[in-house]
Structures are given as structure tokens and as C-alpha cells.
């Protein structure tokens, strides 16, 4: 082994943990990006699900990976890590080729056996050679470690191998000089109902801490740089978890309860569990028997004055269509949540995509109109939950939420807002003087085209809704053909005047340069760092990403017009650009496109921006 020698600095650092399905590469990761925000490091996180539903163990289909960036300036996982753990020879031949030139990789020795090395499908005995391996390599008996931390446990041997994570976490903590306490927490609360699990835990925890420690482990530790942040209180949080914590906001500031009706699909499944806990909050969440109860349940909610969610991915926004076609002919307020996945039909659950945005905006019979917003970021999905609910509610139309697997399951830094940071959210019910016999159900706001919002049981505001068109004035069924017109184009000009309800779109990079590039949704971290690599290596580029999808925001013409060349990237065919050069037929759009199920490398932008311009 190398001697320790000094203590290095960095601005940024990137860790893959990867491993069985069952060898808590989540859990380690989860708690090594906690504390790393807790410290007051920018995090980024990328959870790499199996597709396959427990593999054999050890086998190369059932590798789980996390990856994580902690330090300033972080935007994306990384494209590459500097420290590759991997917990058996499967793992470190899937992930070897996510560690960077010079990077580290930790291993558990102990799972090099002949049987280990056949199910990774190894033909030599020498994992290391056959695979090239030139990096430093930390080859460490995580497994006998582990064993030997507990032999006073009393614990089988089962159980003590499940704690070889936490080994490997607490020697992970010294290569980065992590706060063993701030670890220690949070594995005494992940298994508050274990005492003894957790106490187990926290001593593996120390092992591998200790280990690192005493032979200095044949690297140097590393101190990441953190930002000077915002005073508050911070915290790790995942995209479905701040999508659901942005719906309670929106309850409480729109005096709304708010109910969800779903049903389970990964990877939207997080939002039913995390509301479900909610009670306390007023909050009522039902798993319902199929997709289509899921939303028609919410209709109902919505129809009886509640803040009406429903969330899904890719399939379950199919089955949800007819629903959201009778919420827009009933002009009643649904949230609807898509945490796209790769498809179609069933496709690649536990993978990335963004290619549900022409179902979210035209996927329904009819002219069927409703508003779609797209998260950036995980702590965005916060933000855009709550505006998802604000434009519903003020606007009485069906709002689809566009998040995706990658930002849903990945995670980032979060500082809890302030009460007065987003406004109140003012419900359109009938006005006080409207509420006699001259109100009729289509009556609406002259400014928004807003239909009123009537609560049953509200004296005077008795009325009926369905899926057969309604007379404008008197709110009677009509198949009167000048009617049916009318009411189209007003649900239609009613989404559109949502536009001058939004912000403006705005730019990063060098607004001089003539080449914009363009993303929507969750690949902001990617397109961001793209922008700024591109202009520190002396390439002009503007950035733009779209949260806002329909209506575009009022001054995307001008923004786009203002370039030579619009470069649209995106996690799919082209969807987005096909969507801006309809509008938009008088501007130059080049595309950048992958549907790996995986999200952009930073690379891969930079190359295909490049490739456009020359």
C-alpha cells in the first residue's frame, strides 16, 4: 500500500456506489449524500436501478448503482467518479467504465472467489487484469471486517453481511472526512423500530471509519469545498419527495384539502407513500384498484371542492386519458403527476425518459386542452408541484406535471422555505354577488376565462357537470353546433392566457452568442454544465430551459428568434423540438437526442453542440 501523505482539496468529488440489488448501495449513498448536505455541500445524486426484479445475486443484470456529486458548483451526478466502490466482481465490470483516468476504486477482496468470478462471467481468475485495470485499487475484506465488528453481536450470519454497506460507508466517510455522528443519526432513525440493527449498524459504521484511519487506507483523504449557503434549515430530498411536500404547501396555501387518488406504478410510487404519511396534515391519500380510479376518484374529490391530485408514469398517463379529457370538458382542477420512464407499454420501468410530452399535450380525443409544466431539478419538483397546483386552481383546468425517473429518484441539497416565500393561492369560486338564481356553471372571469368554482352543499350554487358539452350560457347539455365552437375555443384561449400568469423565460451563458441551447424538464443540470464548459473553452452559448411547456412562456418568440441557431436536447426522438419548430417555423432548430433509458453525459451535450454548430 501507498502511504497517506497529505489531505487533498477539491472543489467537487464523484462517488459511485454500485453492488447486488440486496447490497444497500442505496441506503449507503442516501446516507453519504445526508451528510454531505448536512455539511453544506451541493449534491447531486443519480439512482441506478436493475431493471430486473432481484437477479441471481452476484450475477451482471442484478447490479445496483448511486452515484453522487457533493462540493461547489454541482449541477449533475457527474459523467465520470473519482471513487468507484464496488461491492463484488459484477459490480466493478458494469461500473468500470464510470471511473475517471486516475480515479480510486474500493473493493470488497473477500467476493473475488472462483464462483464470484464465473456468475460475472470472467474468464480468468484475475479480475483486475482481465479488465485493464490500472487504477488505484483498494482491495479491503469488507465481508471478514464486518464479521469481525460483530462477533459479539450475537447476530447470524446473514444479518452481519447485510451491515457490509455500512462498513464500506464509514471507510467512504474518512476518504472524504465525513462526520461519523451526522451518519450515526441517521442510521439510529432508519431503524428506530431495530435498536439493535441500528447499534450494529453504527459499530460497522466506526469499523470501516477505523479502518481507513489506522492504515490510512493508501490514498489521501480528500476535503470538498462547500458553498457559504443561505442561512435555513437544509436537507437531502428527493424529486418525489419534494413533489409531494410541494402539494401540502399548496394545500395550506390555497385552503384547499388536498386528496390523492392513485395507484402504485415505479417510479411515482414514492409520492402515494410519502402523502400517505400525511394524516397529521390533513391530508387524504387513497391507493386505489387501477389507474383509471385513480383518476376519476380525484375528479370527484375536485368536483367536491378539494385540491384534486392524481400520479402515474408513462402507461398510467395512457389509462388516465379519458379521466383528464372529462376534468377539461368539466373545467375542474386536477393535478396529474407523470414520472416519465423509458417505454412503450411497460418498457424500461426503472429507467430515465422525457418521451411523454406529446401524450401529455395532445393525448386525449378531441380538442382537449390542458396545461403542462416539467420540474428541473429534484428540488424543483417542490416549485413546480406547487405551481402545477396554483394554475389549477386559479385557472379551473387540468395541470400534467412532467417529472421523470432521473430527477424523481435523484436528490439534492434543499433549504426548507420560508411560509411567505410562495404566495397564496386564491381559488376561483363564485363571487358573492353571483350567488342566486342568475348563476349558471359556465358563468367565468373576464381577465383568465376561469369557469367559477362551485362547492356542493354552497346555498344556491346547486349545479351539474359530465362529459357531454354544455351550453355556454345556460350550462344545459348542447349539441348545438355554434356552441360546441365556442366553448372549444374558449377552454382553448383559457389554457392559452395562462402565459401572462407565468415568468418570462430566461437565459444563462452569454446571451451575445448565436447558438441557444434549449432543454425542458429534468436535463437542466446536464445542459447547464454543457453551457458553461462550452463558454470556458471559448465557444459563445446561451442556455434556456423550458419549466413552463403549455402555454410556452410570453416571450419564448423573442428569445429564440434572438439566436442563428436553437440547439433543442432532450431524452427522446425530438419531441420538444417537433413542438417549438411548429410554432416556431421561421427558426433554425438542430436537435440533440438519446434514448438509452439513461440521462445526458455532460460530454455528450458539449459534442453534439459542437457538432451543430460546425
Known amino acids: 500500500m501507498l502511504d497517506k501523505t497529505n489531505v487533498k482539496s477539491a472543489e467537487k468529488v464523484v462517488v459511485r456506489f454500485s453492488g447486488d440489488s440486496g447490497d444497500g448501495m442505496q441506503l449507503a449513498g442516501n446516507i453519504f449524500t445526508n ?25 451482471l443484470s442484478g447490479v445496483s448503482g448511486f452515484q453522487v456529486s457533493i462540493g461547489k ?12 466502490v464496488a461491492m463484488n466482481p459484477a459490480a466493478l ?7 475517471k483516468p486516475g480515479g480510486v476504486i474500493l473493493t470488497d477482496i473477500d467476493s473475488y472467489t472462483d464462483a464470484d ?38 447476530m447470524d450470519n446473514k444479518s452481519m453481511l447485510k451491515c457490509r454497506n455500512i462498513f464500506t460507508l464509514g471507510l ?8 461519523l455522528p451526522a451518519a450515526e443519526a441517521f442510521i439510529r432513525n432508519k431503524f428506530a423500530k431495530k435498536p439493535a440493527v441500528a447499534e450494529a449498524n453504527v459499530r460497522v459504521l466506526n469499523a470501516g471509519y477505523d479502518y481507513g484511519h489506522n492504515i490510512h ?15 435555513g434549515v437544509y436537507t437531502d430530498i428527493n424529486g418525489n419527495t419534494a413533489t409531494a411536500w410541494g402539494l401540502i404547501m399548496a394545500s395550506e396555501k390555497s385552503g384547499r384539502p388536498l386528496f390523492l387518488g392513485s395507484y402504485p406504478i415505479t417510479p411515482a410510487t414514492d409520492i402515494l407513500h410519502e402523502l400517505a404519511k400525511r394524516k397529521d396534515l390533513g391530508v387524504k391519500a387513497c391507493q386505489m384498484e387501477d389507474e383509471i380510479a385513480g383518476v376519476c376518484s380525484a375528479i370527484g374529490a375536485s368536483f367536491a371542492g378539494n385540491l384534486a391530485v392524481t400520479s402515474t408514469s408513462g402507461p398510467g398517463l395512457a389509462l388516465k386519458s379519458e379521466g383528464i379529457g372529462l376534468a377539461v370538458i368539466a373545467e375542474l382542477p386536477l393535478v396529474v403527476i407523470d414520472v416519465q420512464r423509458g417505454g412503450p407499454s411497460t418498457g424500461l420501468p426503472t429507467k430515465t425518459e422525457q418521451t411523454d410530452l406529446m401524450q401529455a399535450l395532445y393525448g386525449r380525443n378531441g380538442e382537449s386542452p390542458v396545461a403542462v409544466v416539467a420540474p428541473a431539478s429534484p428540488t424543483d419538483c417542490f416549485t413546480m408541484a406547487f405551481e402545477a397546483c396554483r394554475i389549477a386552481i386559479e385557472h379551473m383546468t387540468p395541470v400534467i406535471l412532467l417529472s421523470d425517473a432521473f430527477i424523481g429518484n435523484g436528490s439534492s441539497a434543499w433549504r426548507i422555505p420560508d411560509d411567505d416565500e410562495y404566495p397564496e393561492i386564491r381559488p376561483n369560486f363564485v363571487p358573492e354577488n353571483l350567488r342566486n338564481s342568475e348563476w349558471k356553471p359556465y358563468m367565468r372571469d373576464d381577465e383568465t376565462l376561469a369557469r367559477y368554482w362551485a362547492i356542493p352543499g354552497t346555498e344556491g350554487l346547486s349545479h351539474r357537470l359530465g362529459g357531454l358539452e354544455k351550453d355556454a350560457a345556460t350550462g ?10 365556442k366553448m372549444v375555443l374558449t377552454r382553448r384561449e383559457k389554457v392559452a392566457r395562462i402565459a401572462y400568469d407565468i415568468p418570462e423565460l430566461e437565459l444563462n451563458g452569454d446571451p451575445e452568442a448565436d447558438t441557444l441551447l434549449v432543454g425542458w424538464g429534468g436535463t437542466y443540470g446536464h445542459l447547464l454544465s454543457a453551457c458553461e464548459e462550452l463558454n470556458n473553452a471559448g465557444t459563445p452559448v446561451a442556455h434556456a430551459q423550458f419549466r413552463y411547456i403549455n402555454p410556452l412562456p410570453a416571450n419564448t418568440a423573442d428569445v429564440l428568434r434572438r439566436f442563428r441557431r436553437v440547439v433543442v436536447a432532450e431524452l427522446n426522438t425530438g419531441m420538444f423540438a417537433d413542438y417549438l ?19 445526458f453525459l455532460v460530454k455528450e451535450v458539449v459534442d453534439g453542440v459542437l457538432k451543430c454548430i460546425n
Open 476 to 485: 344545459a347539455i348542447s349539441t348545438d353546433p355554434a356552441n360546441h365552437e
Open 172 to 179: 467512504v466517510c474518512w476518504l472524504f472526512e465525513r462526520p
Open 93 to 99: 465490470k458494469q461500473n468500470i467504465r464510470f471511473l
Open 581 to 599: 419548430q411548429a410554432k416556431f417555423p421561421d427558426v433554425e432548430i438542430h436537435r440533440i437526442n438519446k434514448i438509452q433509458g439513461q440521462p
Open 35 to 59: 451528510v454531505s448536505a448536512g455539511v453544506g455541500n451541493q449534491v447531486s445524486t443519480f439512482p441506478d436501478y436493475p431493471a430486473e426484479i432481484r437477479a441471481p445475486q452476484g450475477s
Open 73 to 84: 458548483g454541482v449541477h449533475t451526478p457527474g459523467d465520470q467518479c473519482d471513487v468507484l
Open 117 to 154: 468470478l464465473k456468475k460475472a462471467q470472467y474468464i480468468t481468475h484475475d479480475a483486475f487484469t482481465e479488465l485493464g485495470i490500472t487504477a488505484q485499487t483498494l482491495q479491503v475484506p469488507i465481508t471478514s471486517l464486518t464479521k469481525a465488528a460483530l462477533a459479539d453481536s450475537g
Open 217 to 231: 487506507a493508501g490514498v489521501s483523504t480528500v476535503r470538498i469545498e462547500t458553498e457559504d449557503p443561505r442561512p
